[in-house]
């Protein structure tokens, strides 16, 4: 019963932000890739919200946003099946608008091992995480999962090294 209860936040998060997701075969191992793109709008503000240690980056509606350190400005390690449902890439949109606070100039995107397209801030690829299931959320700050840290980013683009959690 406990797996059960596990699974369940990732199968609800994996259907709220509406990503169909698959999971292939190669040389390297098991790779995730997305075989329908998000059914949100095309664009994408990405804005700064509060936390116990100062600003962090977020999506409009919310949603915390983290850098995985094992990462380069040009190459996603998050890509097994676990880590992509764990933690989605947040996929690069048409259009990024950015509130007071962000840097237009740090937004980049990098091309994933499936031909996607990941945004990225400071050179950092983005993620959301699947148990921070409100706006404003902040679960997955510090900790060590998929082989490696994830934090959350200041508006310059740095990763904030202090644990913290915000559960609304």
Not at 3 to 32: D, E, H, K, W
Not at 94 to 104: D, E, F, L
Not at 140 to 160: F, H, K, N
Request: glycine share 10%; net charge neutral; hydrophobic share 35%.
């Amino acid at each position: 019963m406990r797996g059960r209860l596990r699974r369940r936040p990732l199968i609800v998060a994996a259907a709220f932000i509406g990503l169909t997701l698959t999971s292939t075969s190669c040389a390297a191992g098991n790779v995730t890739r997305l075989s329908s793109p998000p059914t949100t709008d095309p664009s994408l503000t990405l804005t700064i919200q509060h936390s116990p240690e100062g600003p962090i980056l977020a999506t409009g509606l919310g949603a915390t946003l983290y850098d995985f350190v094992p990462d380069t400005p040009t190459h996603s390690a998050c890509v097994n099946d676990g880590c992509v449902f764990q933690w989605p890439p947040l996929a690069a949109p048409s259009s990024v608008s950015v509130g007071h606070g962000v840097s237009a100039s740090l937004i980049g995107t990098l091309k994933r091992n499936d031909g996607s397209r990941q945004l990225s801030y400071g050179g950092h690829p983005l993620y959301t995480y699947n148990l921070d299931v409100t706006p404003g959320m902040v679960t997955g700050q510090a900790i060590d999962q998929d082989s490696g840290l994830w934090y959350v980013l200041t508006p310059l683009g740095r990763e904030l090294h202090t644990a913290f959690t915000v559960t609304n």
